[in-house]
C-alpha cells in the first residue's frame, strides 16, 4: 500500500506570536527565503506526498495565495535563470501534486477552533478511509539523512499495520511540560522505533514517565476518527489529538513511535526565541547568502560586551 495523502493543520491562532502574527499568519513568517509552511510543504512532497490538505481558517488566505498558480506571476516577472529556477518550483501542477483546502469551524459561542483532534477530524472524508500523515504546519523537520523521517515513519506504520505512528525526540527534563510525552512498552524503552503503552499531555517534569517528546508528524490510519468521537472534550472545550491516541492505545491497537535520528531536528516555531533560533540557522545554510551572514554575525559579537570586543557606540 502507498500513502499519498497529508493533512496539515494550520487553523491556530498564532497568539504566542504576538504582534507579529497579528496580520499574517505563524506559518507564513520567512524561515531563510521561504515562509515555515513552505518548508513543511516540501518535507512533505520528499516523503512521496502528493495530495495536500489544509485544515485552516478566515485568517489563513494567505497560505491558500501562496501556492496558487504562479503563471500570472511569472509573465510579469523577468528573471534570470537562477530565479527563474526559484520560482518555477512553485509549479506543483507540473511535479503532480494537489492541494486542497477545507476550513475548521469554529462553533456558535466559541471564540477559537477547538483544538487538534478537531482539525484531524475535518479531514474524514477527504482521507476516504485509508491512511494519512498529519503535519502541523508551525514545525518544520530539518534532516541531514538520507531516508526522511516521514518515510520511516510511513514504512514502519506499514509494516506494523499500527493505527498510528508518532515522530518523538528527546527534551530535557525540565522542558516536559511544554509537549505530548510519550509511554514506550517497557521491552522496547530504548529502541529507535518502538511500541506505546500512552501517552501524556504535558505532564510536569516529576510526573513524565519519559523525555520522548511528540515531535508534531504522525501517520493515522482511519481508526483514529472514532476514536476523536469517543473521547470528550478537556476542562477548555478542545479535542486534542493526544487524548484520540491514548484511546487508541487503551482500545488495544497498535500505536508505535519513531525517534529523531541526530541528523534531524525538529524546529518548533512556537515563540519568537524559536523563531529567532530557526530563521538564523537557515539563513546561515543559504549557499548564496550564509557565508556573508556569518561574517557579519561575527562583527556583530565582536562588538558585544562579553564577547571579548568592545561595545559599539
Known amino acids: 500500500m502507498e500513502i499519498t495523502k497529508a493533512?496539515?493543520?494550520?487553523?491556530?491562532?498564532?497568539?504566542?506570536l504576538l504582534p507579529t502574527t497579528k496580520a499574517i499568519p505563524k506559518e507564513m513568517l520567512p524561515v531563510g527565503r521561504y515562509p515555515i509552511i513552505h518548508h513543511v510543504v516540501e518535507e512533505l512532497i520528499g516523503a512521496g506526498l502528493s495530495r495536500l490538505l489544509f485544515v485552516t481558517s478566515r485568517a489563513k488566505l494567505a497560505i491558500e495565495n501562496h501556492f496558487d498558480d504562479y503563471s500570472e506571476l511569472?509573465?510579469?516577472?523577468?528573471?534570470?535563470?537562477s530565479e527563474m529556477k526559484e520560482v518555477s518550483r512553485f509549479d506543483y501542477r507540473k511535479r503532480g501534486v494537489e492541494f486542497f483546502f477545507t476550513r475548521q469551524q469554529v462553533p456558535l459561542g466559541q471564540t477559537k477552533p477547538l483544538g487538534t483532534g478537531d482539525?484531524?477530524?475535518?479531514?474524514?472524508?477527504?482521507?476516504?478511509?485509508?491512511?494519512?500523515?498529519?503535519?502541523?504546519?508551525?514545525?518544520?523537520?530539518r534532516s541531514a539523512e538520507p531516508a526522511p523521517l516521514l518515510r520511516r515513519m510511513i514504512a514502519s506504520h506499514l509494516a506494523h499495520d499500527s493505527?498510528?505512528?508518532?515522530?518523538?525526540?528527546?527534551?530535557?527534563?525540565?522542558?516536559?511540560?511544554h509537549y505530548g510525552i510519550v509511554v514506550p512498552v517497557p521491552a522496547e524503552a530504548g529502541a529507535t522505533d518502538c511500541q506505546l503503552a500512552g501517552i501524556l499531555e504535558k505532564p510536569a517534569p516529576d510526573l513524565a514517565p519519559s523525555r520522548l517528546a511528540?515531535?508534531?508528524?504522525?501517520?493515522?490510519g482511519p481508526q483514529i476518527f472514532d476514536a476523536i468521537r469517543a473521547i470528550p472534550p478537556s476542562p477548555s472545550g478542545e479535542i486534542y489529538l493526544t487524548d484520540?491516541?491514548?484511546h487508541l492505545i487503551r482500545q488495544g491497537q497498535m500505536v508505535r513511535a519513531l525517534r529523531l535520528?541526530?541528523?534531524?531536528q525538529r524546529c518548533d516555531i512556537g515563540n519568537h526565541r524559536a523563531y529567532f533560533q530557526t530563521f538564523i540557522d537557515y539563513a546561515l545554510a543559504d549557499p548564496q547568502l550564509g557565508p556573508e551572514l556569518l561574517a557579519y554575525l561575527r562583527q556583530v559579537l565582536s562588538r558585544c560586551p562579553g564577547a571579548g570586543g568592545q561595545t559599539a557606540p
Not at 7 to 16: D, E, S, Y
Not at 74 to 80: C, G, K, Q, R, V
Not at 126 to 135: C, E, K, N, Q, R
Open 7 to 16: 493533512i496539515i493543520p494550520v487553523a491556530g491562532l498564532g497568539t504566542r
Open 74 to 81: 511569472m509573465l510579469h516577472l523577468e528573471l534570470d535563470g
Open 119 to 141: 482539525a484531524v477530524a475535518a479531514a474524514e472524508n477527504f482521507t476516504d478511509g485509508a491512511p494519512f500523515v498529519v503535519a502541523f504546519g508551525d514545525s518544520i523537520i
Open 244 to 246: 484520540a491516541i491514548l
Open 214 to 220: 511528540v515531535s508534531a508528524r504522525y501517520v493515522f
Open 261 to 264: 535520528t541526530p541528523g534531524e
Open 163 to 177: 493505527a498510528c505512528t508518532i515522530a518523538v525526540y528527546e527534551v530535557p527534563p525540565e522542558l516536559t511540560h
